[in-house]
């Protein structure tokens, strides 16, 4: 039997054979030819993840002064049994990312079914008529430990194996773009040398035009704009190279607006993005020790937060919510310490502050367990056998994106200490980090607690009355839209009793706050220490 991709809808696509690799490739090569003879170019997207499919359909609605299409964007996917699916989804215009932006849906299915400018392949071959080829293939930090960010190590075999694909096949004069986020290094000291060899293998004398510009993407409500009309960064190995990508960027990118930046070296720009995200991680790990500062000092951190905002040179300061996930604070920072011993080749520890931050933000959400078991403690109920709920799954609000959320760890953690878990979220269908812990159980956190078999068959729930029946324990986990105006009474009456409440994110009002113990309920609250004044007033106005 041949194997088969299953698309999140369930979809079930049996994957390409030997035959099907011909008559695609010759698919393809007519529409290559076809769009060349109309004069547009050629752009092949390797990768068709949250970046790719977004950016190879920002790519493929691009047009020339005149309005018209002047570029075929061709996303090519491997076709893996986790990853294949993405190919006939996007050939019949239908998005292969989940999004909440508006923009993302039309856009593809308008380049797809109008304009044919976007198509997908899994053939690599592809790459012998691209003017362009954007690398946007994953590129992953492996934790060995939790909160030991020091001990990790990148996993860069899929990005090596995909500089080594493209090398083979790619024409001398075609622009490589490096958009993943890389060590520092990589582009200049392991993709040149490792092409160029391919390339004097080819009898190819000069060396392949390679650039670096990362993505700063942001999965949500503006996830197109965030491509498209934002700053970028680029830099080439050589003259040529830097041309050339800045070139493209001002053709796909709105750089009238959005000004592009160019540094002299790859290896400024690889930095630039890893300190980008080191200074986000840090600034959100300097706040976990304020919250539990203000957890135990009668401190409303979320007013402290407001008031430092009033202030325009701390606009920025950020309470972390139960921990900081996403695919790139928790790893990027990473990519700089590994490449520092591995691709640099310094022995010294020059980084303190940025490891540092990454393990406190890894780490945070077991303070949240704790917080939740001492809540249901205050109500009686041991941990143990308690019903928790768990709303919000994603690592931000609105979004349904899972990857490195604290709600996972929260949830090992409570599981560990033997509660039941329940979990809600709008956004997401399939919690993929719980589903596929046995199948891939060197990149699972299940590793670092015990207790967690069960847990891989924790389903989301959409219902939340449903959800909420018969809970002890609720958590407010992430700040989506449906959480932040939730009616106290309602939730004890859906529950059929008083609960404990944790807020790990900020969410409750003081008014919310008094209802809940009003209504019987225990209330506690990350970085909330004013809870406990709120509670004495209560029990103050009853006796
Ligand atoms: N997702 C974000 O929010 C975000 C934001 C900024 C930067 N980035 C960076 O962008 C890069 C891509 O991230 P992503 O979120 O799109 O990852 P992803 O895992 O969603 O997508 C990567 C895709 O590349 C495919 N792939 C792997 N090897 C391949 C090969 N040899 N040929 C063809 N396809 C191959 C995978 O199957 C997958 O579909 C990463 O470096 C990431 O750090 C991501």
């Given at each position: 039997m041949r194997p088969t991709s299953v698309s999140p809808d369930g979809t079930v696509y049996s994957l390409p054979n030997e035959a099907d690799y011909h008559s695609e490739l010759a698919r393809m090569e007519a529409l290559a030819n076809e769009a060349r003879a109309k004069g547009l170019e050629v752009v092949v997207v390797m990768g068709v993840g949250f970046v790719g499919a977004v950016m190879a359909a920002v790519i493929a609605d691009t047009t020339d002064p005149q309005g018209r299409p002047s570029k075929l964007a061709i996303g090519m996917q491997r076709p893996s049994v986790r990853s294949y699916w993405k190919i006939p989804l996007l050939n019949g215009g239908v998005s292969p990312v989940k999004a909440e932006d508006p923009e993302v849906e039309p856009m593809i299915r308008r380049c797809v079914l109008e304009k044919k400018t976007l198509v997908a392949t899994y053939v690599y071959d592809v790459l012998k008529f691209a003017d362009v080829v954007v690398v946007d293939v994953q590129l992953d930090y492996a934790k060995n430990n939790l909160g030991n960010v020091r001990t990790g190590h990148v996993e860069m075999s899929a990005l090596e194996e995909s500089f080594d694909i493209i090398a083979h096949r790619i024409r001398s004069d075609c622009l490589v773009l490096i958009e993943t986020t890389v060590a520092p290094g990589t582009t200049e000291q392991i993709a040149l040398p490792a092409m160029r060899k391919i390339f004097r293998q080819r009898g190819i004398t000069s060396d392949p035009l390679l650039a670096h510009s990362y993505e700063r993407v942001m999965p949500g409500r503006e996830y197109v704009a965030s491509i498209r009309d934002f700053w970028r960064v680029c830099s080439g190995v050589n003259e040529e190279a830097k041309d050339r990508v800045a070139k493209f960027l001002n053709e796909v990118i709105?750089?009238?607006?959005?000004p592009l930046t160019v540094l002299d070296r790859p290896i400024e720009s690889e930095t630039a993005k890893v300190v980008e995200n080191s200074y986000r991680a840090t600034i959100l790990a300097f706040l976990d020790e304020w919250s539990l500062f203000a957890e135990r000092n009668g401190v409303d951190i979320v007013k402290v937060i407001k008031a430092i905002k009033m202030r325009p040179t701390h606009s920025n300061i950020i309470f972390p919510g139960p921990g900081i996930g996403g695919y790139c604070l928790p790893k990027d920072g990473g990519l700089g310490i590994w490449a520092n011993k591995?691709?640099?080749?310094?022995?010294?520890?020059?980084?303190?502050i940025t490891p540092l931050a990454i393990d406190i933000n890894d780490t945070r959400s077991l303070h949240a367990a704790q917080v939740v078991r001492d809540a249901l403690r205050n109500m009686?109920?041991?941990?143990?056998s308690a019903e928790v709920l768990i709303l919000?799954?994603?690592?931000?609000?609105?979004?349904?994106d899972t990857r490195y959320s604290g709600s996972e760890v929260l949830i090992r953690r409570l599981s560990e200490m033997g509660a039941e878990i329940r979990v809600h979220d709008p956004y997401v269908d399939k919690w993929w980090e719980f589903e596929n812990q046995d199948e891939y159980p060197s990149a699972s956190k299940a590793v670092f607690f015990r207790n967690q078999k069960k847990l891989k068959d924790l389903k989301v729930q959409k219902d939340l009355p449903a959800a909420l029946s018969g809970i002890d324990a609720l958590v407010l986990a992430v700040r989506h839209e449906p959480y932040l105006d939730l009616d106290p009474d309602a939730i004890v009456a859906s529950a059929g009793h008083p609960v404990a409440v944790v807020d790990c994110f900020g969410i409750l009002s003081d008014a919310r706050i008094r209802r809940y113990f009003e209504l019987g309920c225990e209330v506690k609250g990350l970085g909330r220490g004013h809870i406990q004044r709120i509670k004495d007033q209560v029990r103050k106005a009853r006796t």
């Amino acid at each position: 039997m041949r194997p088969t991709s299953v698309s999140p809808d369930g979809t079930v696509y049996s994957l390409p054979n030997e035959a099907d690799y011909h008559s695609e490739l010759a698919r393809m090569e007519a529409l290559a030819n076809e769009a060349r003879a109309k004069g547009l170019e050629v752009v092949v997207v390797m990768g068709v993840g949250f970046v790719g499919a977004v950016m190879a359909a920002v790519i493929a609605d691009t047009t020339d002064p005149q309005g018209r299409p002047s570029k075929l964007a061709i996303g090519m996917q491997r076709p893996s049994v986790r990853s294949y699916w993405k190919i006939p989804l996007l050939n019949g215009g239908v998005s292969p990312v989940k999004a909440e932006d508006p923009e993302v849906e039309p856009m593809i299915r308008r380049c797809v079914l109008e304009k044919k400018t976007l198509v997908a392949t899994y053939v690599y071959d592809v790459l012998k008529f691209a003017d362009v080829v954007v690398v946007d293939v994953q590129l992953d930090y492996a934790k060995n430990n939790l909160g030991n960010v020091r001990t990790g190590h990148v996993e860069m075999s899929a990005l090596e194996e995909s500089f080594d694909i493209i090398a083979h096949r790619i024409r001398s004069d075609c622009l490589v773009l490096i958009e993943t986020t890389v060590a520092p290094g990589t582009t200049e000291q392991i993709a040149l040398p490792a092409m160029r060899k391919i390339f004097r293998q080819r009898g190819i004398t000069s060396d392949p035009l390679l650039a670096h510009s990362y993505e700063r993407v942001m999965p949500g409500r503006e996830y197109v704009a965030s491509i498209r009309d934002f700053w970028r960064v680029c830099s080439g190995v050589n003259e040529e190279a830097k041309d050339r990508v800045a070139k493209f960027l001002n053709e796909v990118i709105n750089t009238k607006k959005f000004p592009l930046t160019v540094l002299d070296r790859p290896i400024e720009s690889e930095t630039a993005k890893v300190v980008e995200n080191s200074y986000r991680a840090t600034i959100l790990a300097f706040l976990d020790e304020w919250s539990l500062f203000a957890e135990r000092n009668g401190v409303d951190i979320v007013k402290v937060i407001k008031a430092i905002k009033m202030r325009p040179t701390h606009s920025n300061i950020i309470f972390p919510g139960p921990g900081i996930g996403g695919y790139c604070l928790p790893k990027d920072g990473g990519l700089g310490i590994w490449a520092n011993k591995h691709i640099l080749g310094f022995e010294d520890d020059t980084f303190r502050i940025t490891p540092l931050a990454i393990d406190i933000n890894d780490t945070r959400s077991l303070h949240a367990a704790q917080v939740v078991r001492d809540a249901l403690r205050n109500m009686n109920v041991p941990i143990a056998s308690a019903e928790v709920l768990i709303l919000g799954a994603s690592y931000r609000e609105d979004v349904g994106d899972t990857r490195y959320s604290g709600s996972e760890v929260l949830i090992r953690r409570l599981s560990e200490m033997g509660a039941e878990i329940r979990v809600h979220d709008p956004y997401v269908d399939k919690w993929w980090e719980f589903e596929n812990q046995d199948e891939y159980p060197s990149a699972s956190k299940a590793v670092f607690f015990r207790n967690q078999k069960k847990l891989k068959d924790l389903k989301v729930q959409k219902d939340l009355p449903a959800a909420l029946s018969g809970i002890d324990a609720l958590v407010l986990a992430v700040r989506h839209e449906p959480y932040l105006d939730l009616d106290p009474d309602a939730i004890v009456a859906s529950a059929g009793h008083p609960v404990a409440v944790v807020d790990c994110f900020g969410i409750l009002s003081d008014a919310r706050i008094r209802r809940y113990f009003e209504l019987g309920c225990e209330v506690k609250g990350l970085g909330r220490g004013h809870i406990q004044r709120i509670k004495d007033q209560v029990r103050k106005a009853r006796t």
